[in-house]
């Protein structure tokens, strides 16, 4: 039973491009978490979705970034002309059901930008 | 709002020390109290949890007791291995997934 799949491990990208940043859930999970680490940091929570359905995203910057969770597919973290302060950790989590009793976490993807 | 405080790191021990990581939160209502710990490379993990008020959590040697009296939930374990080496998060959550950590401690165990 594979676990939290997030790809890539690593994205470089230029100020101004666009990151894209994919979670694959436990299998049997609709609940997907996104955290975000910025350097000497702990994870700041961002966005809670169900499949199809943004359940709570006051996390999100309210610009340039956005989620979402398709019928079918990953959970896909958007985004849009990326700048340097948004380098950093993004993790994604997964759960069963709407609970708190255990999330089950990707490796993360480490997004630098030049 | 929510908030964790963690103790400062990184720590370092030598193999069979003792083991405190302070953790702090500030918090309105009940909230569910957590430690998840990350290996090099790996995401995180849940290591314990505590659902209420004097819950002790436990797990590989690891315990925690949610005080809600002081609203703390150290960490504490015994006996620490090289295999401890790893970054611990103190977490809390009021609902569903929606954690919030604390900065991290870095914890590094010689031989």
């Known amino acids: 039973n594979a676990g939290v799949m997030q790809n890539p491990r690593h994205l470089v990208r230029r100020r101004g491009q666009e990151a894209r940043l994919r979670c694959s859930p436990m299998?049997?999970?609709?609940?997907v978490y996104w955290y975000r680490q910025l350097p000497e940091e702990g994870l700041k929570f961002m966005v809670y979705l169900q499949k199809e359905n943004i359940i709570d995203e006051s996390g999100m910057p309210k610009e340039r970034f956005s989620a979402e969770f398709p019928k079918e597919g990953p959970s896909i973290l958007r985004i849009q002309q990326v700048v340097r302060g948004d380098s950093a950790a993004y993790f994604c989590?997964?759960?069963?059901?709407?609970?708190?009793?255990?999330?089950?976490f990707g490796s993360g993807t480490q997004l630098s930008v030049l | 709002g929510n908030s964790v405080t963690q103790m400062e790191g990184p720590v370092t021990l030598s193999e069979e020390a003792f083991l405190t990581i302070n953790c702090t939160y500030t918090?309105?209502?009940?909230?569910?109290l957590f430690w998840y710990v990350q290996y090099p490379g790996e995401g995180l993990q849940l290591l314990l949890k505590?659902?209420?008020?004097?819950d002790k959590g436990s797990n590989k040697g690891f315990e925690a007791t949610y005080r809600k009296e002081t609203t703390s939930f150290h960490l504490e374990k015994g006996s620490v291995q090289v295999s401890d080496s790893a970054v611990y998060f103190c977490a809390l959550s009021a609902s569903y997934g929606k954690l919030t950590f604390g900065q991290g401690t870095i914890l590094t165990v010689h031989p």
């Open positions: 989590a997964s759960s069963p059901r709407d609970t708190n009793e255990k999330l089950f």
């Open positions: 505590a659902t209420k008020a004097d």
């Open positions: 299998k049997g999970h609709s609940h």
């Open positions: 918090a309105t209502g009940y909230p569910s």
